[in-house]
C-alpha cells in the first residue's frame, strides 16, 4: 500500500517550457488536490478534484491545468513554466465519511525550479 | 488577514519541556487539523478534530469552537519531534493553511 506517490522528485524546467506532475492514490479516495508551497507562506490550493469526473479551481489556479483521468490518477500540467511558478508541490487525497471529508494524505512532493 | 493564525512562527525547546503550539481561526469550520512536516519535506495529519480534545502518545489537541482556537501540546519533548506544525482548518471541501510553526527541540 503506497499511498500517495508522486513523479518526479525533483525537476529543473527553463520559462517557456512545459511539463505534467503525476500523482496516484491507492486508497480508493474520491477527493484529490494539488497544493504548493513556498518560503513563508502556508499550503496553498492550486486545484482539486471532489470526485472523478469533476476538477476545480483553488486559490491559485493561473498557469496550470489538471486532469483527474481517473479515481487513482490527477495530474498537474504547466503549460508554459514561469520563476514564479519556482515551489514545492504537494498532491493530496482524501475521502468523506457520511457527509464529513476525512484525514488528508499527502505525497511526497516535487520540487521544481524554473529557471 | 489571514484566516488561520499560528502561534509562534518559531519555537525552540529544551529536550523535556512541555511545548504548545496555537491556532488560531476566523471563520466556521467543520474540522480542524494539525498536521507535521519532517525536515526532509513530507507531510504527515497527526490530528482531525471538530470539538473537545485528542490525544495520540506525548501529542494532545484541543479546540474550543466558541473561541475558534485550537493548540497542539507535546508532553516530555524530544529532539525527534522537530519538524514544522501546520494547522489547517475545513470549511467545505477545502482546507485552508495556516504558516506553520517551525519547532526546534535541543538535546
Known amino acids: 500500500n503506497a499511498g500517495v506517490t508522486q513523479t518526479p522528485k525533483f525537476q529543473v524546467l527553463k520559462t517557456g517550457q512545459s511539463m505534467t506532475l503525476q500523482c496516484a492514490q491507492d486508497?480508493?479516495?474520491?477527493?484529490m488536490y494539488w497544493y504548493r508551497q513556498d518560503p513563508g507562506m502556508g499550503l496553498r490550493l492550486i486545484y482539486y478534484?471532489?470526485?472523478?469526473?469533476?476538477?476545480d479551481k483553488g486559490e491559485v489556479p493561473n498557469g496550470y491545468n489538471v486532469s483527474r483521468l481517473n479515481k487513482r490518477e490527477f495530474s498537474l500540467r504547466l503549460e508554459s513554466a514561469a520563476p514564479s511558478q519556482t515551489s514545492v508541490y504537494f498532491c493530496?487525497?482524501?475521502?468523506?465519511?457520511?457527509?464529513?471529508?476525512?484525514?488528508?494524505?499527502f505525497g511526497p512532493g516535487t520540487r521544481l525550479t524554473v529557471l | 488577514k489571514n484566516e488561520v493564525e499560528q502561534s509562534p512562527q518559531n519555537l525552540t525547546a529544551q529536550e523535556g519541556e512541555f511545548i504548545t503550539i496555537n491556532c488560531s481561526y476566523s471563520v466556521g469550520i467543520s474540522a480542524l487539523h494539525w498536521l507535521q512536516q519532517h525536515p526532509g519535506g513530507g507531510i504527515v495529519s497527526l490530528f482531525m478534530l471538530s470539538s473537545g480534545k485528542k490525544k495520540h502518545g506525548r501529542l494532545i489537541a484541543t479546540i474550543n469552537i466558541q473561541e475558534k482556537h485550537s493548540s497542539l501540546h507535546i508532553t516530555a519533548s524530544h529532539p525527534r519531534d522537530s519538524a514544522v506544525y501546520i494547522c489547517?482548518?475545513?470549511?467545505?471541501?477545502?482546507?485552508?493553511f495556516g504558516k506553520g510553526t517551525k519547532l526546534t527541540v535541543n538535546p
Open positions: 486508497m480508493n479516495h474520491n477527493s
Open positions: 489547517a482548518v475545513r470549511g467545505s471541501e477545502k482546507l485552508v
Open positions: 478534484s471532489a470526485s472523478e469526473g469533476t476538477t
Open positions: 493530496a487525497s482524501s475521502t468523506l465519511a457520511g457527509s464529513s471529508y476525512n484525514e488528508q494524505f
